[in-house]
């Protein structure tokens, strides 16, 4: 229903910033939650932020609060994530999702996900 597609990640060093983009098509509603998510090799997947397509306040996991902002655009359905203060252990692939169920942190409550981008944090 939804197609969601990443880009954006890259290779930078400790300090430095990025900022993602995840840019939908298809059957897009508005009460739509969109989130990202990271994994790193040998962890599980892991919530990252959060927020409702139609408002409501954006939300974070407490290690980038303060350092990543979620936003986003209707006019050009696109999702962003900027990463500031970028650190070692944020290198992971970064997943966006859509789902149904504002508040959640669980990958399970989001059906839609894009394929991934690789963000490498040095140092």
Known sequence: QV???ESGGGLVQAGGSLRLSCAASGR???????????????????FV???????GMPYYVDSV??????????????VYLQMNSLKPEDTAVYYCAA???YGSRRARDFGSWGQG???TVSS
């Open 3 to 5: 197609q969601l597609v």
């Open 28 to 46: 897009t509603f508005s009460s739509y939650t969109m989130g990202w998510f990271r994994q790193a090799p040998g962890k599980e997947r892991e």
């Open 49 to 55: 932020a959060a927020i409702r397509w139609s408002g």
């Open 65 to 78: 609060k303060g350092r990543f902002t979620i936003s986003r655009d209707n006019a050009k359905n696109t």
């Open 99 to 101: 789902g149904s169920l």
């Open 117 to 119: 981008t690789q963000v």
